[in-house]
């Protein structure tokens, strides 16, 4: 369709993603603060201005504050009878579509922290040069059964996914 403009995915991500994603940020943060102190410290050579700690703490704090909720309203995903869509990012944006006759795989996975938040991620790999589609962030209930979907709508499908 010419001139046709793709669309959001209709699907949002757990709200408990944020939190996930919050504690994340807290915890990269956290690590770029202590090495930088540390690197401050190890090298009194080069002491380091403390408005330049500062100015980092800022940015960090900006960081958790902002990034979470972003990146909240950036993922999504849908599922359709002939492809899976995908948005992702935060900084910047990416929308990715699998058609069904390419899916090779259908995968569930949760992660230490994402169980944490009864959170797991799904990933579609396809035959795809760019690499398989991932949502992140979803309820681990819905995650289970959006892999029982798209394995049953993935083989219903004629093609050898190639």
Same mark, same amino acid.
């Given at each position: 369709m010419e001139g046709a403009a793709l669309r959001e995915p209709a699907q949002r991500v757990s709200?408990?993603?944020r939190l996930m994603w919050l504690l994340g940020a807290v915890v990269q943060g956290a #690590?770029? *603060?202590v090495l930088? /102190? *540390?690197g401050g410290w190890l090298w009194h050579w080069f002491p380091l201005p403390w408005w330049v700690f500062a /100015? *980092? /703490?800022a940015v960090v704090a900006a960081y958790v504050v902002v990034m979470p &909720? #972003?990146?909240y309203r950036t993922h999504r995903w849908e599922v359709t009878d002939t492809a899976v869509y995908t948005? &992702?990012?935060w900084w910047s944006r990416e929308r990715r579509i699998a058609p069904m006759s390419r899916?090779? &795989?259908v995968d569930h996975a949760e992660g230490a922290v994402a169980r944490l938040f009864g959170l797991a991620s799904v990933t579609v790999t396809t035959a795809s040069s760019a690499g398989a589609l991932e949502i992140s962030g979803l309820d681990r209930d819905r995650a289970r059964r959006l892999v029982d979907e798209l394995t049953l709508k993935a083989d219903a499908v004629a093609g050898d996914a190639t």
């Open positions: 709200p408990r993603a #690590w770029l *603060l930088v /102190a *540390l /100015a *980092l /703490a &909720t #972003w990146r948005q &992702t990012g899916i090779q &795989t």
